[in-house]
């Protein structure tokens, strides 16, 4: 049974950047496709990012659109989340979460695949990330 694990959050300033890794372990992430998810206080849950098992396709919501990137490292078997230029607002619990599928297209109707695979997510256990002065 695939697991996931978040790591790289803490405490950032304002403009500043961070690195979040989520890692697998048990199983191989090659046939997966990640998204990252985060939740910050009071708020629901936003669905801001996906990656495709292949790579080829990646989404962003334009809440973190140019500001952050997302690639794929398969010999470390981890999915990178590159944050720069944080703001007070991306101050969340973030999440990665996988679900088997080669054919899940990261585009702009990714979630709507997603969901209907929901049965099969795998998901971490979430990493903080603070911005503040």
């Known amino acids: 049974q695939l697991q996931l694990e978040e790591s790289g959050g803490g405490l950032v300033e304002p403009g500043g950047s961070r690195k979040l890794s989520c890692v697998g372990s048990?199983?191989?992430?090659?046939?997966?496709?990640i998204a990252w998810f985060r939740q910050a206080p009071g708020k629901e849950r936003e669905e801001f990012s996906c990656?495709?098992?292949?790579?080829?396709?990646?989404y962003y919501a334009d809440s973190v659109k140019g500001r952050f990137t997302v690639s794929r490292d398969r010999v470390k078997n981890t999915v990178y989340l590159y944050m720069n230029s944080l703001e007070v607002e991306d101050t969340a619990v973030y999440y990665c979460?996988?679900?088997?599928?080669?054919?899940?297209?990261?585009?702009?109707?990714?979630?709507?695949?997603?969901?209907?695979?929901?049965?099969?997510?795998?998901w971490g256990q979430g990493t903080l990330v603070t911005v503040s002065s």
């Open positions: 979460a996988a679900v088997p599928s080669a054919s899940l297209a990261c585009d702009g109707n990714w979630y709507s695949a997603w969901r209907r695979s929901r049965h099969l997510e795998v």
């Open positions: 990656i495709s098992s292949s790579g080829g396709s990646i």
């Open positions: 048990r199983g191989s992430l090659e046939f997966y496709a």
